[in-house]
C-alpha cells in the first residue's frame, strides 16, 4: 500500500500525519510512504530522519492513501486523483464545503473525528490525543498569563497562597488541564454535567465543584454530554457567576458534540473575578464557553484576560504529531491486507469514519450538516 504525507498548507499548522518512527513501523505492515519535502519540518523532523525510517521523499499527493491533519484546501483536493483515499482531520460537521468537494472529486475520505469512541479504536482517537495536548497547553497558558504564582511558595519575603483554578468541562481536555495545573500546585476545582466524571476529578487530586443545579445526570448517548434545557443553563450561568468570582484562572473546554459551545461564563461572572484573572477558553474553536471570549485573540476585559486559542495542538507540533501519527498508524493498520490497500466497509470503524465515498457523502451527520449549509 503506497502512503503520502504532503506538507500542510494551512496557516499556523505544524503538525504533520506520520512521524519517521510511525514510518518505520508501518514498512513492516508492507506500507510504503512517500514524505513531500519538508513535510516534517514544522514538527522538527528533518526528510532526512524519514529517509533512514525508508520513506522516499517526492509527491506528496501520490498516494492511494494520502495522510494530513488539516482539512484539504480546494487546490489540495484539486491534486487528489478520483478515487484516492484521503484520512485527516476533515471537521466532517462543520466543514459542509471541503466535504462537498470531496465527493464531487471522488475521493473516498475518512475523518479522524468521525472514527467511533469503542475500545477497539481507542488507539486511533485523535480527539483525545489532541485533546491531551490542548488541555495541558491550556493549564501552561493559563499559569503564564496569571499575574501570580500557581504554586503556594514559602518564603523569606512572606507566604504565597496557591492560585485557585477552576476548569469547566472534564473531558479529555479538561482532565489534562486539572493534571497539568495541579502539578503546578494550584488549588484545582471542576466542574462538569456529567456525575461520572466526579471520580476521576478527585483521583487528579481536585474537587469536584457542586452546583445546586437540580441536575441528576446529564450524560448522554457515547459518553457524551446531553445538551442542557435553557432553564437548566441559565441556573448554570447564574451558580458559576458566583464561584467564579473566588478563581484566579478559569479553565474552559465545556463541549457538545455538533454544536456550539455552550455558554458558561457570563459578563458579569467576569466583572466578578479579581484585576488580573485570566481565564482561557478553548471552547474558542465552536464559539467559546465565555460570552467576552474573541475567538483567535487575547484580550483584556475588566481587567480579566481572555485568550481564545485556535489550533492550540498545532502549538506543541513534535508529540501532538507523534500521538497523531500512531492514530493514523493504527487506522492505517485497518485499511493494509497483505501489503495491499483494502478496505472492508464491514468493518465498523471503517465504515463510521468514511465520510464521502463513490461522489457521495455517506457519513450521515456530514451529510446533513451538508444539507443545512446549503
Ligand atoms: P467533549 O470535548 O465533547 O466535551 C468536553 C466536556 O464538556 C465533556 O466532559 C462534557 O461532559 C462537558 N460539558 C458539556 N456541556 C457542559 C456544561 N454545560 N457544563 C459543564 N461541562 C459540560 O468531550 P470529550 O473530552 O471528547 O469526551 C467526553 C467523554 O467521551 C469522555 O469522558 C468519555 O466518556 C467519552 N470518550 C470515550 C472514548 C472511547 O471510548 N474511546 C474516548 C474519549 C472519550
Known sequence: MKVSVPKETAAGERRVALVPEVVDRLAKDGVEVTLETGAGAGAHHPDAAYEQAGARIGDGFSGEVVAKVSPPSAEEIDRLSRGAVLVGLLQPLTGADTVRALAGAGVTSFAMEAIPRISRAQSMDALSSQATVTGYVAALIAARELPRFF????????????????????????????????????????????????????????????????????????????????????????????????????????????????????????????????????????????????????????????????????????????????????????????????????????????????????????????????
Open 151 to 374: 504554586p503556594m511558595l514559602t518564603t523569606a519575603a512572606g507566604t504565597v497562597r496557591p492560585a485557585k483554578v477552576l476548569v469547566l468541562g472534564a473531558g479529555v481536555a479538561g482532565l489534562q488541564a486539572i493534571a497539568t495545573s495541579r502539578r503546578l500546585g494550584a488549588a484545582v476545582q471542576a466542574f462538569d454535567v456529567r456525575s461520572a466524571v466526579k471520580e476521576q476529578i478527585e483521583s487528579l487530586g481536585a474537587r469536584f465543584l457542586e452546583l445546586d443545579m437540580g441536575l441528576e445526570d446529564a450524560e448522554a448517548a457515547g459518553g457524551y454530554a446531553r445538551p442542557l434545557t435553557d432553564e437548566e443553563q441559565q441556573r448554570q450561568r447564574e451558580l458559576l457567576a458566583e464561584e467564579i468570582g473566588q478563581m484566579d484562572a478559569v479553565i474552559c473546554t465545556a463541549a457538545v458534540p455538533g454544536r456550539p459551545a455552550p455558554l458558561l461564563v457570563t459578563e458579569q461572572a467576569v466583572r466578578n473575578m479579581k484585576p488580573g484573572s485570566v481565564i482561557v477558553d478553548l471552547a474558542a474553536e465552536t464559539g467559546g464557553n465565555c460570552e467576552l471570549t474573541e475567538p483567535g485573540e487575547t484580550v483584556v476585559r475588566e481587567d480579566v484576560t481572555i485568550v481564545g486559542p485556535l489550533g492550540l495542538a498545532s502549538t506543541m507540533p513534535d508529540h501532538a504529531s507523534s500521538l497523531y501519527a500512531r492514530n493514523v498508524q493504527a487506522l492505517l493498520q485497518l485499511m493494509v491486507k497483505e501489503g495491499e490497500l483494502t478496505l472492508d466497509f464491514e468493518d465498523e470503524v471503517l465504515a463510521g469514519a468514511c465520510i464521502t465515498r463513490d461522489g457521495e457523502i455517506v457519513h450521515e451527520g456530514a451529510r446533513k450538516a451538508a444539507e443545512v449549509a446549503a
